[in-house]
């Protein structure tokens, strides 16, 4: 069930990208985190605060369907964009020795099948590509390993360090932009970059963590601060993609983290600190 929210006028910093036209709170459980959207906005997975379980919500019918109930399922899941398969992860561990493996789940006829065995050395819930020098449509993967950002073409991986800075000390967040022609990542101890393929920088949008492409033009992540031990704030800001102009998207009343969008349906989805999940609906500013 979505509860519709009153909006309020939140602050620009440097101008404004997009209108926020509907605030809802998404009516299920206590205690949900980390929500990912689909392409077309109309799906939405979700975890607990320690990414154990993972569960999908039909935004148009209101159904839940338990997808696992695996410790690590709620990490870094994602939608097949031509499937709309599941891709998750379950983590499990043997003699104090962690281990992981990938699972695809079609939500549609409810089957299960293993994408990656169980293995120490997992690198990504990204599905294995294989490498070839033919292909009607280039295969271009990106992910990062905590230590470098790795890009993927047809199964030829290449490992990135973008920024060259002694205050960077490893790369998260890593993704491509939906034209497959920018990455997205935030460099530890300096903040978040778009760069090209070859990890040549093209801008850098400022200390925004969680960042997610809204399209290939705009970034939404969220403005975090903390003092050394919990977050003491937190607000969701979308920046355009050459980091000259930047929104605050959420007031500075609630704690959002975490967003996930869909410039398809116009939707960016949040949960608060407290474990609730919020769906802002925006247009673009013309």
Known sequence: MLLFVCLM???NMSGQLVKITK?????IEKSVFYPVLNEKGDKLLYTDVNYKGLKLYDLTNNKLTPISDADGAGFEPLFESKTGNILHRETRFVDRRKYQSVQRYNPVNKQRSVLIQSTRNLKSTLPPAVRTATRAE?????YSNAQSVIVSINGIEKELKPIVDPAVS???WASLSPDKKKILFYATGKG?????????PISYLGNLQAPRWYNDNQVVGMDARNNEYVYTSSRILMVAADGKTKQYLTDDNEMAMYPSASAVSGKIAYNTYEGDIFILTVNPVK
């Open 138 to 142: 280039t295969d271009i993967r990106v």
């Open 9 to 11: 006028a939140y602050s």
């Open 23 to 27: 605030k809802e709170k998404v009516g």
């Open 192 to 200: 978040t970059y778009i760069a090209d393929l070859n990890g040549n």
């Open 170 to 172: 490893g790369y998260i």
